[in-house]
């Protein structure tokens, strides 16, 4: 049963940073690709950044390139992202994501608010 588990989610104010991780399970980690994305309140859930299996690649969508980094360790069948200069438009929750044999698979997102 393949299990993805987000966390690192908070509240920061604008220009400041936070780190997400999602750590999975059940699942050859360094075999899938990763992603993260994000859900507003009222908005449709967006893809922000996707990582090949061992790192070669990485995209990011136009509104966080050169904010947001993400990255992956399978050792620890992790994937990170790591999000800096950080706008109220970026508060969402964020999931991340990986899909196998022809199924996406979800985790339960974490809330990250950008607030003064």
């Known amino acids: 049963q393949v299990q993805l588990v987000e966390s690192g989610g908070g509240l920061v104010q604008p220009g400041g940073s936070l780190r997400l991780s999602c750590s999975g399970s059940g699942l050859s980690f360094s075999s899938y690709a990763m992603s993260w994305h994000r859900q507003a309140p009222g908005k449709e859930r967006e893809l922000v950044a996707t990582i090949s299996t061992y790192s070669i690649n990485t995209n990011y969508a136009d509104s966080v390139k050169g904010r947001f980094t993400i990255s992956r360790d399978n050792a620890k069948n992790t994937v990170y992202l790591q999000m800096n200069n950080l706008k109220p438009e970026d508060t969402a929750v964020y999931y991340c994501?990986?899909?196998?044999?022809?199924?996406?698979?979800w985790g339960q997102g974490t809330q990250v608010t950008v607030s003064s």
């Open positions: 994501s990986t899909r196998r044999s022809g199924r996406n698979y």
